[in-house]
């Protein structure tokens, strides 16, 4: 016999409207003592017992910890109670632990890990079969996940817009929002009305505490922005509405928080172009502009640290569904923006991927349905070019297109390629174990060291059957660097097996590498030697773990970016340290994202013994 806990978690935003799913965090469910008190919390209202669990509490309940996992993408989990967990359907804590929040873009510093209790929850459950069965859902209010959003610097703007005279919601309008500021205002970035009027722009405190003087002077006075907003058509770029700056001052919009709802309506007498345009808008989630970039001039992030891309990159932006008039195509051009040399149509699929466009909503009886996904797998056409057309069910019958995800394409980005004749691209391997072995503490020689590969993006969109571009997007640059090195880590342990990863990252112990050296104990230093090779390092930290006293960790990193280090003696006092077990960590950080998240760190490790 067991019991199945199913659950669901979301954030109210602002408004009914303006929910999200929390996803990637943990559930932990705790055991709650019988006693009177927990049935009174059992009983309370959730907005009573819901609170941020200080780690003196998250240390006297750890021992009464039942089971914990992990969200889908939808706020989705299920926790199975076996019989070795001896639950037996009383009541029990439930907490989730965050460590970051909905965002579209990885977010560039450190975040802190917290841990809140929602309630204690006497499951209601139902026996089916010889198993026990529990469903809970829970929204937690605006109050307190925009509290907790911003602790994570997320801050979130959730509107509609509606035609002012009719009231009916207005889709496929530009809307983008700005911060009255006292140099200059503050663009904090712009997203599409769907079928619906809604849309939502997500930015950070960074997006409106610049100055003239940034990075070395940041202020906002008062502390949140204050927010007025510009309406246009996308295609055609018309103004239809456009709010004096002075709209920021007024008390409704003045010094909003981390989530901000609002209505904005267009003048009866503009009527907009309703047919929803398709235009590519983001690379992952980061805005390729014109309003609210997120690229640089040079084609990085302007994360701080500034980011390259790598891997597999998803062309976002704005699709219009089936039941639109516009039946469009689209396509994407691709330029070595290093040489000027533009991909052939043929270079370009090469580098695309399948991927989903959107789904199919069927009625297959009088209460079913079904949906299907919509799978893209881009060819050229007759004359030899890479147009890809949006998809055009718009019935019941043959299903309904809807496009869910955003992806206008997908690239592998190691396979674009650099020349005409299609002999080099947008990769590098290198081989760090031959002629010789290359050991840490070594430099890696400059033959070696990947090139910086930068392209420009041009999407086109035109009405099938036609010749006339409808609309034209350009990333003028974006900085791809897929790297590969192989290496031969601790090659003085008589380690024969290679390996290969995306960047250079060895460690060695210099007292322990000798021949015969391998067990013998630290005494008063460790000599650390490493290396590390790649376009876009971010950060190397040297680290010790074990038993305090530790040394202090060494750190080295840009700015400016750096393409290599290495230090063939790196000495670290071990006067401190009680004789013991220890590991000496080297953690790589590279300026490397996928478009939604960065690469995590790279590791290399050494284990040694202090002896006296």
């Known amino acids: 016999m067991s019991y199945q806990f199913k659950g669901n978690l979301k954030g109210l935003l602002c408004d009914k409207y303006c929910i999200e799913a929390i996803a990637n965090v943990k559930i932990r469910i705790y055991r709650a003592t019988a006693s009177p008190a927990v049935v009174m919390q059992a009983t309370a209202a959730v907005k009573e017992t819901f609170h941020e669990v200080s780690e003196e509490e998250l240390k006297s309940k750890a021992g009464s910890l039942l089971a914990e996992t992990l969200t889908d993408a939808e706020g989705n989990f299920t926790i199975e109670f076996g019989r070795e967990s001896k639950y037996g359907g009383e009541a029990f804590d439930i907490d989730f632990e965050c460590g970051n929040v909905p965002r579209p873009k990885p977010y560039p510093k450190?975040?802190?890990?917290?841990?809140?209790?929602?309630?204690?929850?006497?499951?209601?459950w139902r026996q089916v079969e010889n198993d026990f069965l529990a469903a809970w859902e829970y929204v937690i209010p605006n109050r307190w996940w925009c509290l907790i959003r911003g602790k994570f610097d997320a801050w979130v703007i959730c509107g509609r817009v509606v035609n002012c005279k009719t009231q009916e919601p207005l889709k496929g309008l530009r809307?983008?929002?700005?911060?009255?500021?006292?140099?200059?205002?503050?663009?904090?970035?712009?997203?599409?009305?769907d079928a619906s009027g809604h849309f939502r722009i997500d930015y950070t405190m960074a997006d409106f505490s610049q100055t003239l003087l940034s990075p070395w002077l940041n202020v906002e006075w008062p502390a949140g922005p204050d927010i007025y907003f510009r309406i246009?058509?996308?295609?055609?770029?018309?103004?239809?509405?456009?709010?004096?700056?002075?709209?920021?001052?007024?008390?409704?919009?003045?010094?909003?928080?981390?989530?901000?709802?609002?209505?904005?309506?267009?003048?009866?007498?503009?009527?907009?172009?309703?047919?929803?345009?398709?235009?590519?808008?983001?690379?992952?989630?980061?805005?390729?502009?014109?309003?609210?970039?997120?690229?640089?001039?040079?084609?990085?992030?302007?994360?701080?640290?500034?980011?390259?891309?790598?891997?597999?990159?998803?062309?976002n932006g704005t699709l219009p569904s089936g039941t639109n008039s516009?039946?469009?195509?689209?396509?994407?051009?691709?330029?070595?923006?290093?040489?000027?040399?533009?991909l052939t149509a043929t270079q370009v699929l090469n580098a695309m991927l399948p991927f989903k466009i959107g789904e199919l909503l069927k009625q297959t009886g009088p209460l079913t349905w079904t949906h299907e996904a919509v799978i893209i797998t881009p060819a050229l056409n007759s004359s030899g070019e890479l147009w890809i057309q949006v998809p055009r069910g718009n019935n019941l019958v043959t299903g309904i297109f809807t496009p869910t995800n955003g992806v206008l394409a997908a690239i592998n980005s190691a396979n674009l390629a650099l020349n005409a004749g299609g002999t080099a691209f947008a990769s590098n391997v290198f081989d760090l174990t031959a002629p010789s072995v290359l050991v840490a503490g070594t430099a890696v020689p400059?033959?070696?060291?990947?090139?910086?590969?930068?392209?420009?993006?041009?999407?086109?969109?035109?009405?099938?059957?036609?010749?006339?571009?409808?609309?034209?997007n350009t990333l003028e640059k974006i900085v791809i660097s897929n790297v590969s090195y192989k290496q031969r880590r601790h090659p003085g342990w008589g380690y024969t097996g290679d390996e290969s990863?995306?960047?250079?990252?060895?460690?060695?112990?210099?007292?322990?590498?000798?021949?015969?050296?391998?067990?013998?104990?630290?005494?008063?230093?460790?000599?650390?030697?490493?290396?590390?090779?790649?376009?876009?390092?971010?950060?190397?930290?040297?680290?010790?773990?074990?038993?305090?006293?530790?040394?202090?960790?060494?750190?080295?990193?840009?700015?400016?970016?750096a393409a290599e280090y290495h230090d063939n003696a790196k000495?670290?006092?071990?006067?401190?340290?009680?004789?013991?077990?220890?590991?000496?960590?080297l953690d790589l950080q590279l300026g490397l994202t996928t478009g939604y998240q960065k690469i995590p760190l790279i590791h290399d490790h050494i284990a040694f013994c202090k002896t006296a």
């Not at 450190?110 to 204690?120: A, E, F, G, S």
């Not at 809307?175 to 009305?193: H, I, R």
């Not at 000495?571 to 960590?585: K, R």
């Open 501 to 561: 990863i995306m960047a250079a990252a060895m460690l060695e112990i210099a007292e322990t590498t000798g021949s015969g050296h391998g067990c013998g104990g630290i005494t008063t230093t460790v000599t650390a030697q490493y290396t590390c090779c790649h376009p876009h390092i971010e950060g190397l930290t040297l680290r010790f773990e074990g038993n305090p006293t530790l040394p202090a960790s060494f750190h080295a990193g840009p700015p400016p970016y």
């Open 175 to 193: 809307v983008a929002a700005f911060d009255v500021d006292w140099l200059q205002d503050d663009p904090l970035g712009s997203n599409l009305t």
């Open 110 to 124: 450190k975040l802190p890990v917290l841990q809140y209790h929602i309630t204690t929850l006497q499951p209601k």
């Open 446 to 472: 400059a033959a070696q060291r990947a090139p910086i590969h930068t392209f420009k993006i041009i999407f086109e969109a035109r009405k099938v059957g036609t010749t006339t571009l409808t609309a034209v």
């Open 571 to 585: 000495v670290f006092s071990t006067s401190g340290m009680e004789p013991c077990a220890y590991i000496l960590w």
């Open 326 to 342: 516009n039946e469009m195509e689209y396509r994407f051009r691709i330029i070595n923006a290093d040489t000027s040399y533009e």
């Open 232 to 315: 246009t058509e996308p295609v055609s770029g018309a103004v239809l509405l456009n709010e004096d700056r002075s709209v920021g001052h007024r008390a409704d919009r003045t010094n909003r928080g981390p989530c901000f709802c609002v209505e904005l309506c267009v003048p009866q007498d503009i009527t907009p172009n309703n047919e929803v345009p398709a235009l590519f808008e983001r690379v992952g989630g980061y805005d390729i502009g014109p309003v609210g970039a997120q690229f640089d001039a040079n084609g990085y992030t302007t994360d701080v640290p500034k980011l390259a891309f790598y891997g597999n990159l998803d062309l």
